[in-house]
């Protein structure tokens, strides 16, 4: 096998994976090299989304949101369905046989493009060398003109709750349960907490969210966040902030925890599983020799530009070790955006049209500056809302939680920003990432004709309503 490349991938994830093909289609000889083993030992492309992250993730959540409409409401519809049961490891099964599907077409993706798979770990050298270790313990040392760096994140662990067998996990044991833990208890209220604790709070389970920050998603427009709070405590997440946990317990098949309550409080409660989600750090470890000359940050980071260059000509970084969001399309993006580079072409990222979605029901999405950044910025603006709950095809579909949320300049219009929850958010989010890519204004989007009935229209009205023109809503005076 050769051992010289013009481009060597290091992660196999959605971003190395998607840098390599983009790579090998430019013409370029290109290798991957990916560590991951499944559980039963075998090598895996496709990294932590594929394999035990986004994927997996929403599998089990479209099954259990599946289960609890047919349980709570399909009646509405005048659809009776007697004694609706849910058979976990079936459940379970179905997302086990879909990350098999998706990791085995990156396989045969790699076939089709030409790319070379390396099962092991990479290793940056100096002078763009690369050592690879295979599973078996074989070192060999590749060469290459350029190297990608596209390592991605792991779980941060922290202290008073280590994971510990099957009571204590990460968010991929929490992918694993094979029942429905009856009382359910989840350290951090982002994005990871947040789905994991909806699809097993849909399954029965009696969860509560321990969160140490007294606001809830600060990340988020805070009209947003409010509106979510409110629904989730309806679908009975009991979310806490400004809980810090100080301890955990294991006593035989269940884990007590303390934490410290709001008013500094000592707390204890009791659950049969407990899921750490608190974050994610950069994994950076051991991937560069101490002659490399790749700079990283106190946290783990790499240093980067706005093109993903590191501070060795030739080695780019991208994904979960390079600053901005910890997002897979994030990732892919940049993957994209560096093979073009790199086989000669001219390519920039827009780092401020990525959306991000939190994938509960409803969903959460959004794109650009929320509200509160604009105010501490200084920037006037205006905005525009419309609920699902003036929406015909929302009414229909009986689900109307939630709005579409627009923020423009107020001087030029330009779209700055949107935000919405609601059933489609995911999908909706995506006609407000075009139109701001294009630089677009509210009145372009007030101007543009969408299909009736749909949820679509949603985002449509916030555009006439931002300057006091939706036609299905009482519009709100202006203040003088």
């Known amino acids: 096998m050769s051992t010289k490349f013009d481009?060597?991938?290091?992660?196999?994830?959605?971003?190395?994976?998607?840098?390599?093909?983009?790579?090998?289609?430019?013409g370029l000889k290109t290798a991957c090299i990916e560590k991951w083993l499944d559980k039963e030992e075998k090598p895996r492309l496709g990294g932590t989304c594929l394999n035990v992250g986004c994927i997996p993730s929403k599998a089990l959540l479209d099954s259990s949101h599946k289960y609890h409409d047919a349980k709570a409401s399909y009646g509405v519809h005048g659809i009776s369905v007697g004694d609706v049961a849910m058979d976990v490891n079936t459940m379970v099964d179905r997302k086990d046989k879909i990350v098999d599907q998706l990791t085995s077409g990156i396989t045969g993706l790699f076939k089709a493009n030409g790319v070379t798979s390396f099962e092991g770990f990479g290793k940056v050298l100096a002078n763009k060398k690369v050592e690879f270790t295979a599973h078996d313990g074989t070192v060999t040392v590749l060469e290459t003109d350029n190297v990608i760096l596209a390592t991605g994140s792991v779980p941060v662990n922290i202290p008073p709750a280590p994971q510990t067998g099957d009571i204590i996990v990460d968010n991929v044991g929490a992918l694993e349960f094979r029942e429905v833990p009856k009382r359910l208890g989840v350290i951090g209220a982002g994005v990871i907490g947040l789905e994991l604790g909806s699809v097993w709070a849909r399954l029965g389970s009696e969860v509560v969210v321990l969160e140490a920050q007294d606001?809830?998603?600060?990340?988020?427009?805070?009209?947003?966040a409010k509106e979510a709070a409110k629904i989730f405590k309806k679908q009975d997440l009991d979310i806490r902030l400004g809980a810090r946990v100080t301890g955990s317990q294991i006593n035989g098949e269940e884990v007590e925890v303390t934490y410290l309550d709001a008013k500094g409080e000592e707390q204890k409660q009791t659950f049969d599983k407990l899921i750490v989600a608190v974050g994610r750090k950069p994994f950076t470890q051991g991937c560069f020799s101490d002659d490399s000359g790749v700079k990283l940050d106190e946290r783990g980071f790499v240093f980067v530009d706005e093109q993903c260059r590191t501070s060795v000509p030739g080695v780019f970084a991208i994904g979960d070790i390079v600053r901005g969001p910890m997002l897979a399309h994030k990732a892919s993006e940049e993957g994209v955006m560096v093979a073009d580079i790199i086989a000669g072409h001219k390519a920039q990222m827009n780092y401020d049209c990525i959306p991000?979605?939190?994938?509960?029901?409803p969903e959460l999405a959004w794109v650009g500056k929320n509200e509160q950044e604009l105010k501490s910025e200084g920037v006037k603006y205006k905005v525009g809302k419309f609920p699902f709950a003036a929406s015909g095809r929302a009414m229909a579909a009986n689900d109307t939680d939630g709005f579409v949320k627009i923020i423009a300049d107020e001087e030029t219009d330009r779209i700055l920003g949107c935000h919405i929850i609601g059933g489609h958010a995911a999908d909706l989010i995506a006609q407000a990432v075009i139109a701001m890519e294009?630089?677009?204004?509210?009145?372009?989007?007030?101007?543009?004709v969408?299909?009736?009935?749909?949820?679509?229209?949603?985002?449509?009205?916030?555009?006439?309503?931002?300057?006091?023109?939706?036609?299905?809503?009482?519009?709100?005076?202006?203040?003088?």
Do not use: M, W
Request: with cysteine; net charge negative.
């Open 7 to 26: 481009v060597i991938v290091i992660g196999g994830g959605p971003g190395g994976y998607v840098a390599a093909i983009r790579a090998a289609q430019l």
């Open 215 to 224: 606001s809830f998603l600060s990340v988020c427009d805070q009209d947003i």
């Open 356 to 361: 991000s979605v939190i994938y509960t029901h």
């Open 438 to 448: 294009f630089g677009s204004t509210a009145e372009d989007i007030a101007l543009t």
């Open 450 to 480: 969408f299909a009736h009935p749909t949820v679509s229209e949603a985002v449509h009205e916030a555009a006439l309503a931002v300057d006091g023109h939706a036609i299905h809503i009482a519009n709100r005076k202006k203040r003088k």
